[in-house]
């Protein structure tokens, strides 16, 4: 999942070699933490939160077979 | 996308050794000038070198392809795309045998990996590309459904001569009501609300 979010991610950004995703797995949660090069953050984002929104919507669909709710951090 | 930035002491060296570092020919590369330099006087004082970024050209159809395919295997292993170009337009069409998934409630997850494709084409490209893509034949039985559905609320608009509003779409399927309607005498439709929750409003005349 993290290679998906990394793949997902690295066309948009300037500095594609910044593009890191941490996990933190709890009890009834997966976290997955996004970060970019801070010049790039808007990139990812997109206005009024277009990117950000679609990027969620693939990786949440993309991860059903876990039983755990999958939440995406953007910086 | 392979890139460098070299510098030289004219625009034309720097160029040469990036080509060089990239192992191709000039005919292969964009290159963009971020310093001419300056000679200087008797080549020594106040000389500064020329700075170019110098990248390898690669067909933006074919990185979407592979970026679309590297998303649509996150989700089944057998994806199979085909591409279709008119002008402007490029199709993408999606099988494969879990392609539910990759559809997602009204479409939902399909419209969010066509938003991507699209900001990331159009990163890379210097042509404007409009980017659609299909699943099994969903856009149009889609299409089909929304036609179905404008011509029974427009017949409900009529009977309780009040104003009926849709479930927040997005523009393409907001056109596809609109178009429908638009031979209808009885009715008029206009869109209310704000991205993303814009919607069709059916009126009654």
Redesign the interface.
């Known amino acids: 999942?993290e290679a998906?979010i990394t793949?997902?991610v690295q066309?948009?950004v300037d500095y594609p070699e910044d593009v890191e995703v941490a996990v933190k797995e709890e009890a009834n949660k997966i976290v997955y933490h996004l970060t970019v090069n801070p010049e790039d953050v808007g990139k990812v984002i997109?206005k009024?939160g277009?990117?950000a929104?679609?990027?969620r919507?693939?990786v949440y669909?993309?991860c059903?077979d876990t039983k755990r709710r999958v939440y995406l951090d953007i910086m | 996308m392979k890139q460098v930035t070299a510098s030289g002491q004219t625009v034309k060296d720097a160029v040469q050794s990036a080509i060089q570092q990239l192992n191709t020919t000039e005919d292969q590369v964009n290159i963009e000038i971020i310093d001419e330099g300056k000679k200087g006087m008797f080549g020594i004082f106040g000389a500064k070198r020329a700075i170019v970024k110098v990248s390898i050209k690669e067909d933006p159809i074919d990185q979407a392809v592979t970026y679309l395919k590297e998303i649509a295997t996150a989700f089944s292993e057998d994806v199979a795309i085909t591409v279709k170009r008119e002008g402007k337009q490029i199709y993408f069409d999606l099988s494969g045998h879990k392609i539910a998934m990759i559809i997602g409630k009204r479409g939902q997850t399909l419209n969010a990996i066509q938003h991507l494709v699209q900001v990331m084409i159009n990163r890379i490209s210097s042509e404007h590309f409009r980017i659609v893509i299909d699943a099994e034949g969903y856009r149009n039985r889609r299409r089909i459904t929304l036609e179905q559905l404008a011509h029974r609320l427009a017949d409900k608009a009529i009977k309780i001569n009040k104003d009926v509003a849709l479930e927040p779409m997005p523009s393409s399927e907001r056109k596809i009501i609109h178009s429908a309607l638009q031979d209808n005498q009885q009715v008029e439709t206009c869109s209310d609300g704000t991205e993303p929750n814009r919607h069709v409003v059916i009126r009654a005349l």
């Open positions: 999942m998906l793949t997902i066309p948009f997109g009024n277009r990117i929104k679609s990027i919507t693939v669909a993309a059903t």
